[in-house]
C-alpha cells in the first residue's frame, strides 16, 4: 500500500475514482460489459483517464490503464490484489482442487509441476514435434485451393499443443474427441462466467459436459500407464510421478485440471494469433515481403526449420509481437482487492474488482506511436516501445504472467516459418473483423483465404523499404561497452530458464525453478550470451547496465548507461 487508508473512509491525500457517466438503474453498465466489453473499457478510459469505474450488476470493477498503474497492480503481493479471487470461473474448467480453488501453497505446489513442460529446455523437442505437425496438415492440400483460417489454425494448434504438452495417445488415439472437447471447455470462457460460472446456460453444461468426459478420457490413459509399465518423455508422465511436498502424488482428477491448465497456458492464445498474423501479413504485403526473404536468408536451400535458427527469426518476432498488440487474445485481466489500498492515489475499497485491459493499454497513444496503425518496427532499436516496463501486456505481467508465453510464441513462428516457406497465400472477400464470441478473441469466421504451392522459396534480399508511421527503417546501436553488469528482477522471474540456454555460464536454473545468477558481472566472452538471454526472457526480468569504465564498474560509482 502506498497510502494510508483510515477505518471509516479514505485519507484525505487519496482521490475518489471517477464514475463512467451512463448505464442503468440497478444494472449500471452490465449490456455494455456483456455486449461491448472493450468498447466500454476503451470508453472508460477516454472519459475518466487512467484509473475509471464502472458498475455490472452491483459489482464495483475500476479500470487501470497505462504503465505505471499497471506496474503497481501487478507487482502487488496477492493478499492485495488476488487474481485467484478474479478467476473462480476457471474452477469449473480445471476442477475443484485445481489452481484456483486450491490454498494459496497448494496452488505454488501445482504452478511449479506446470513449468518443467514449459521450460526452453523442452523447446528444441516441441520444434521437431510442430515442424512435423505441420507439414502433416498440408500434406493432403493440392497445387492450390481455399480453407477456412480459423478451423485450420485451431485445429492444428490442438494438434501440434495436444502432442507437445500431453502426450502421444491424445495425438493418434483421441485427438479428434479431444479437440471437441477442448473448444467445448475454451467456450465456456465467457464473460458472464466472470459473474457467475454455474448459470443454468447452455453453453455452461457443454463445458461442464466435456470436462466430465475428459476427466474419463485421462484416467484411462493413465491406468493403461500404470498397468504396461510404461513411461514416456511428455507432461502426462511428468505430472504421474509428481509429488506434493508432504509425498503426496496427483489424484486422476488434479492431473486431468492440471492438464487443461498446462493447455490453456500453451495454446489458447497460439489458434487466434496464428491467424491474425497470416491476415495482417495480407493486409500488408510489404510485410510478407520482408518475412518471405527472412525466412530464405535463415534458411537457405529448403533446410530444416530448428529451434536455434527460429530465434534469428527478429522481424517475425516482431510481427507476432504486433499482431499481439492490436489483437490480443485475452482483453481483460482481473484481481480482486483483498484490503482497503490505492493505486495512483486513488481509493480502492476492499471487494473491488480492479480490471487491466492488454486491448486498451496496447492502444494508449503516449506509449505506443500510431497506435492503431500495424508496425512491428516498433519493436525494434531504437523505438523498442515494448521496454518500458509493464507497457506490453499481451500475456500479462508480473509474477503471474502466463508461463506458457513463451511456448506459443515458439509454436507461432515454427507454423508461419513453415507455411511461407510452402505456400503463397490470398485474401477472399470474407469480412476480416474480430469475434467476441469468447474471451479469447480471434478473426471471425471461417476467414477464408486461398493458397498456392510454391515449393522450395527462393528469391533474393527483398528491399528494405517495409514501412511504418514515423520509421522507414531501423539501424542496430552502434553503442558497444566496455563492461556489463546483469541485474535480474527476482519477483519476476518465473524461471523458463531462457537464460540458461543462451548463457549458461552466467545463468542457471534448479530443479526447483530458482535462478541462480553465477556472476553479475560477466567477462566480455559472454557478453554476446547474455544480451541474448535478456532478449528472449520472457518475464524482460533481466536488465543489463552498460559500464562505460571497467574501473567504474569495480568500485560502483556512476558509470553504468541502462
Known sequence: MNASIEENGAAPSLKRVPNLPGGLPVLGHTMGFLKDLTGLLQRARTEC???????????????????????????????????????????????????????????????????????????????????????????????????GLVEYCASLTNFTSSRCLLGEEFRTEMNEEFSRIYHALERGIVPIAYLNPYLPLPVFR?????????????????????????????????LMESKYQDGRGLSDHEITGMLVAAMFAGHHTSSVTTAWCILEMLRHPEWMTRIRSELSDVFPNGQAVDYASLKRLTNLEWVIKEVLRLHPPLFILIRVALEDTEVLGHEIKKGTWVALSPSVAHQLEDVFADASSFCPHRFGPPRSEDKLPFSYIAFGGGRHKCLGNSFAILQIKTILAILLQRFEFGLTDDPIEPDFQALVIGPKAPARVTYKRIGAYQESAASDTATCPRQNRVEASSDTPQALRVDVDFDLCQGHGACEVEAPGVFEVGEDGVLNVLTDTPTSEHWSQVLEAAQHCPQQAIRIQRITSPAKADNGSDGAVK
Do not use: N
Open 49 to 147: 483517464g487512467p484509473v475509471a469505474g464502472i458498475k455490472v450488476l452491483g459489482r464495483r470493477i475500476v479500470l487501470v490503464t497505462g504503465p505505471e498503474g499497471q506496474e503497481q497492480v501487478f507487482r502487488s503481493p496477492d493478499s492485495v490484489f488476488s487474481p485467484k479471487a478474479a478467476y473462480k470461473l476457471m474452477v469449473p474448467i480445471f476442477g475443484k482442487g485445481v489452481a484456483y480453488d486450491c490454498p494459496d501453497d497448494i496452488m505454488d505446489e501445482q504452478l511449479k509441476m506446470l513449468l518443467p513442460a514449459l521450460q526452453h529446455k523442452r523447446m528444441k523437442t516441441y520444434s521437431g514435434y510442430i515442424t512435423e505437425e505441420v507439414a502433416d496438415s498440408v500434406r493432403h492440400w493440392g497445387e492450390e485451393g481455399t480453407i
Open 206 to 238: 457443454r463445458r461442464d459436459a466435456a470436462r466430465t468426459r475428459l476427466g474419463e478420457m485421462v484416467s484411462q490413459i493413465v491406468q493403461k500407464r500404470r498397468d504396461s509399465g510404461e513411461t514416456h518423455e511428455d507432461f502426462l508422465q511428468t
